[in-house]
Structures are given as C-alpha cells and as structure tokens.
C-alpha cells in the first residue's frame, strides 16, 4: 500500500492503523520477559540511515519494515529485567493517547484556542497539586523532562530572590543532586561556584545544618540565597534527604525550597511513600517525572509550584502578535505565561487518558509492589556475608558493593549482566564504585529480582574466593 495523499480516505486511513497497530502488537508481545541487552547494535543498519536521505515515498510496508529493524536493535530498557537505570517503561495507552493529540494538534499554549484541551490538562494538573498538599492557588505546567523542570524553578526561584542580579544568587544542593540540577543553575546565570555543593550527615542525605551555614555565610557576603534543592530519592542511591527539616532551613531563612523528586515523587500516592516522603508539601517547587514513576513515555515531566504568581513573575510577556489572542478565561492557565514554551505539545492527554482508564488505583498498586521488590532485594543483600549493603532502600533502589576493590565491582555487574536477561548499574559513592538495583517498571515481577539476585549472590560468593 502507498498513501495516496496527505490526509488519506478513510479506507486507507483504517488499513494504515492496522498495520501500525500489528507493529504495536509486536513491540508488547512478551515485552516483559524481553532481554534488556544483548540484541544487535545494528551497525550495518546505522550506517544505511545515516547515508541515506528522503526522497521518493516508499509503501507503507517497506517503511514498517525499516521500522522492525531498527526496533530489533539496541536495548530494550522498557523490559521487566531493566534494573539498572530508572526505567520509563511506556504503556499502550498513552502511546493511543499521544497519536490521539499529535493528529488532533490542537494548540493548548494559549487557552482560548481548545478551552475544553486545556481544562482536561488542567484537571490532571490540579489532581497533582493536590495529591501534594498544596493550597487552590497552586499550579502545576508539564515538561518534557525532569531537566526542563528544574530549570524552570531554578529562573522561578531567580526570579523571586534574585531579579536582574544572577551573579549573585546562590543555590544549595547535595553530594548527589541529579546533574539538571547544577546545569540549570548555569543556564539560568548563576556562577559556578554559586552552586554550593553541602556536607551529607550519613554519605547519602543532605545535611540541614550544613545547608544553614552555608546561607548564612552567603547573606554576610551580600549574596543572595536563592534556592535550597531537596532531593526525593536520589538517583545514585535513592536516598530521600530530609525535606522537613530543609524545609525549615529554607523558611527560617527565606530562601525557596526546591524539591527534585523526578523519580520518588510519585510515591506519595502509596501509603509508605507518603511517610517517606513527609515534609515534601512544604516545598515551593516539586520537579516530578511522570516518563519515570507513572510509567509514561520519554518526554513526560511536571513541575509543581506552589505560588501560580511565581511562574508568571518569571515567564509572562506580551508580544504584539498575540493581541488577537486575549480571552478571559480566568479559571484556566495560561501555559505560555507560566512556562518557558509558546507552542507546546498537547501534554495533558498521555496523562489523562491512562489515568482515565486504569484508575489510580492501578498505578498506586504497581508503585506499592516496586517497594515491596526493593525491600526484598534489600534484605537479600543485607543477609549475604559476601555483600555490603550501602544505602536504602528508601524508596525502590538497593545499592551494594561485593568483596574487593572498584575493578571487583565492575567484574560482578560484567556477571550479573553477562546475558542481558536482567540489567544493573553502577555510580560512585563516597568515591567507591557501588552498584545500584533500581525497581520501578510496572512489567518487573518477583521473577525478575530472584534472577538479579540469584546472580549477584553467585557472582559475590566467586569473588570472595579469588
């Protein structure tokens, strides 16, 4: 079959969303038990597409079947085996969802263009607010990442503390503050070493105290404190720091508080990660990524802010183009003038549509199971005499280290990931290699972490013995 025009009759229209959907059937057919790696890197088949160049259309079946090759390389971080890297598993019905916006293409920058598009978003983004303790007056705007999110509080918080003087502005994070954290600091304006990196009271979490010195000294220098970054479960090791108490560090003092709970953050729906997570409804700012604990596509964060004035204080601005655009339409947001984006994908629905039709519940149920396999794992671990067990698992990542030195530690993640089945990873923490079992993707099972550990353990009891 070629397409016979841009906007193909409806007979053509139904054959190509039937040979699209077969491919999709494909993709998810054992998705669960797939190897995570070990599959072809395809080579051969990356140098042909970066040679070739578009040109005369193909059949659709010839450009499906290119689309088969290039899924049958690679690794497939989206199977229940991926335990090493924080894993965005996907789910059909946000993939629906997204084909549903990307060919509706209704523009949702601005409410007045599809008022009905931006209140569905807003409906998801008022249930995040809410599931956070925040007050009415609270906003949330979708990303496209956890990053993008971070920066956007970052120039929120320059914006409140710090307007027209980011040479001054100073900003507080831990040891193991994910990197988007710093990165924002610099594209925002702040100099290097204006990001103060603080002590940790344990190795993991970020120490209150320090934090406090830290402003103090920076306010008796005439600089100006804008932001103290609260982690929600770190990536290295999944460690929650104390938000209460930085919490208060940051009200006693003024400063915003920030917390990056990109992974754990949504937690809060199940009992445990409400407890862990006490003293994040405190916060002035929550980066959430729905791509990773919602188990959305790539391309899928949220920032909450507490104060909707704050965003608009740093992102409003008028433009003579857009005077034809004004409507009042006061009980929805204004996504270009509390965010960085003017044109912006419809968001809303891949959140919306899996919500709708699996119910909360279902997510809160795969969440409460990703704790229960990490606490499995973590006392698994810490009953190996050859293991040490390093940190967590606060949340759902275990991190360990085996008998020997760093190059050791290389050898038995090399042995538990030899056949691509399952996957683990390593970081360094307090200057040691540490490998890291993270559970999230709602297609682990009990299984999968029996494999990882049955692995480690052999692979730990070998290398006591060399």
Known sequence: MHLTAFDPPAEQTDELLARVGALVTELLAGADRAA??????????????????????????????????????????????????IPGSGLLTAGLAELIAAVANRYTGLPGFAPAAVALEQSVLRWMTERFGLPERAQAVLTSGGSMANLTAVVAARERLAPGAPQLATLYVGEHAHASVRKAARIAGLRGEHVRVCATADGLRLDPEAVRVAIKQDLADGLRPIAVVGAAGTTNAGAVDPLSALAEVAGQTGVWFHVDAAYGGFFQLTERGRHRLAGIEQADSITLDPHKSLFLPFGTGALVVRERDDLARAFDE???????????????????????????????????????????DAFRAALDRALDLAELAGRALADDPHLEVVGGPDLSIVTFRGPGDDAAQDALLRAVNADGRVRLSSTRIDGRVTLRLAVLSHRTTAEHVAVALERITRAASDGSRR
Do not use: C, K, M
């Open 318 to 360: 008028d433009a003579d183009y857009l005077r034809d655009t004004t409507e009042d339409l006061d009980a929805l947001p204004d996504f270009s003038a509390i965010s960085p984006e003017l044109t912006r994908a419809w968001r809303g629905l891949r959140l919306w549509l899996p919500l709708a039709l699996h119910g909360v």
């Open 36 to 85: 995570v790696t070990g599959h072809p890197r395809g080579q051969d088949l990356v140098d042909e597409l970066l040679v070739s160049r578009p040109g005369e259309p193909v059949a659709v079946d010839q450009a499906l079947d290119t689309l088969r090759a290039v899924l049958a390389t690679g690794d497939r971080n989206a199977a229940g085996g991926e335990l090493g890297y």
